[in-house]
């Protein structure tokens, strides 16, 4: 599955995507965060708040509560702020 990382989520975890291979276990958008949160120190600090990250799966906003399964790309970002 690709990850897709945008704006301070990308400069945190030090990379704009990834390629990863997800546990059976991780099966809801909030799992995933979860999850990643798991990997590392970046991640735990790009994530520290999951309650603010706006997540996409396939280029359509989803909230946290989203199945996963089948997604081919899922992309995170922080709340989004403009006038």
Same mark, same amino acid.
């Given at each position: 599955?690709?990850?897709?990382?945008?704006? !301070?989520? =990308?400069? %945190?975890?030090?990379?704009? @995507?990834?390629?990863?291979?997800? /546990?059976?276990?991780?099966?809801?958008?909030? #799992?995933?965060?979860? !999850?990643? =949160?798991? %990997?590392?120190?970046?991640? @735990?600090?790009?994530?520290?708040? /999951?309650?603010?990250?706006?997540?996409?799966? #396939?280029?359509?906003?989803?909230?946290?509560?989203?199945?996963?399964?089948?997604?081919?790309?899922?992309?995170?970002?922080?709340?989004?702020?403009?006038?």
């Amino acid at each position: 599955m690709k990850l897709i990382y945008f704006a !301070w989520v =990308r400069e %945190r975890i030090g990379k704009p @995507e990834e390629e990863v291979e997800l /546990p059976a276990s991780v099966a809801t958008v909030a #799992d995933l965060l979860q !999850w990643l =949160r798991a %990997r590392g120190d970046e991640y @735990e600090n790009a994530l520290q708040q /999951p309650q603010v990250i706006r997540v996409a799966i #396939d280029r359509e906003h989803v909230d946290h509560a989203e199945e996963i399964a089948g997604a081919r790309e899922i992309a995170l970002f922080p709340p989004m702020t403009g006038g």
